[in-house]
């Protein structure tokens, strides 16, 4: 469900309450236009797409071609695994096979039985598990990824571009809509006017629950009459918001190094994002 719709009090584009007759005219054009452009923009899904983008380029095509050829290794398996890699930083071998073997699924079968993905033989599935697991590592000998020993975990090697780094963080999360979310009729439906956000449950799917409450009962009225009401950012209460984090000056006792960068990192991604 998306947040209560927010008034577009917007200092930078000019835009002040008072110049607005009613939160109904908002939901005109070229409002409607600017909120699925938020949408779109701040849709988390457009997060593999982006970091495909960012690795697919002749010069990893070319690393691919100079792969030792013992094992098949598909070029999208090799971009797959770098956007993983970009995703979790650091993952256990399970992980990867499990999301990547998928790469290797039909290398044993004829083109009509691809139409029989969803009954596929238990020793297909294991054979392509394995093939993925010989895959992994070739890519760790090539440098695709590095392999910690002694964690038994696969370490990031390819970084992203600062700027496309600062994109991901900042457009990641959905921003409260700026027009009135749309009427809620059944439990596939939150609001939003993309398709692709709008086909997602009410409840979210994080939720333990959420599985529950796609065919069960949800009060849509009250998450409608909820939706009616605007808000507004109370920008002087907001600027007041000073982010504090304790121990940051030092490593702590109980963690490695490594452990103590990825905190400082993360406070200064939370401390950009708040400011953004």
């Not at 010069?59 to 071609?65: D, I, N």
């Not at 009616?228 to 963690?255: G, Y």
Request: with cysteine; proline share 4%.
């Amino acid at each position: 469900m998306p947040s209560n719709n927010l008034l577009p009090a917007i200092q930078s584009s000019g835009y002040v309450q008072s110049e607005i007759e009613s939160s109904e005219y908002l939901n005109h054009a070229p409002y409607t236009e600017a909120q699925l452009e938020l949408e779109v923009l701040f849709n988390k899904n457009q997060r593999m797409k982006r970091i495909r983008g960012e690795f697919d380029i002749p010069k990893l095509q070319e690393l691919w071609a100079t792969t030792p050829a013992r094992v098949p290794m598909p070029y999208e398996f090799v971009l797959d695994l770098l956007v993983q890699m970009c995703i979790h930083k650091s993952t256990t071998a399970s992980v990867l096979i499990g999301i990547l073997h998928k790469h290797f699924m039909y290398d044993n079968m004829h083109d009509i039985d691809k139409l029989l993905v969803d009954n596929m033989p238990e020793e297909e599935t294991q054979i392509a598990m394995q093939r993925c697991a010989e895959a992994l590592e070739v890519a760790i000998e090539v440098d695709y990824v590095d392999y910690d020993c002694e964690k038994e975990k696969f370490t990031q090697v390819f970084q992203l571009t600062a700027e496309t780094t600062k994109d991901l963080h900042r457009y990641q999360y959905p921003l409260p809509m700026i027009i009135q979310p749309q009427t809620i009729t059944h439990n596939r439906e939150n609001g939003y006017l993309d398709t692709v956000r709008a086909g997602s449950l009410v409840v979210l799917k994080g939720s333990k629950a959420g599985h529950f409450y796609e065919h069960n009962d949800v009060c849509l009225d009250h998450l409608n009459r909820v939706n009616r009401v605007p808000l507004k950012l109370n920008h002087n209460v907001a600027s007041l918001i000073d982010n504090e984090w304790k121990d940051l000056d030092r490593k702590r006792t109980t963690e490695t190094y490594q452990e103590y960068q990825k905190r400082c990192r993360a406070f200064e991604k939370y401390t950009h994002t708040l400011k953004v």
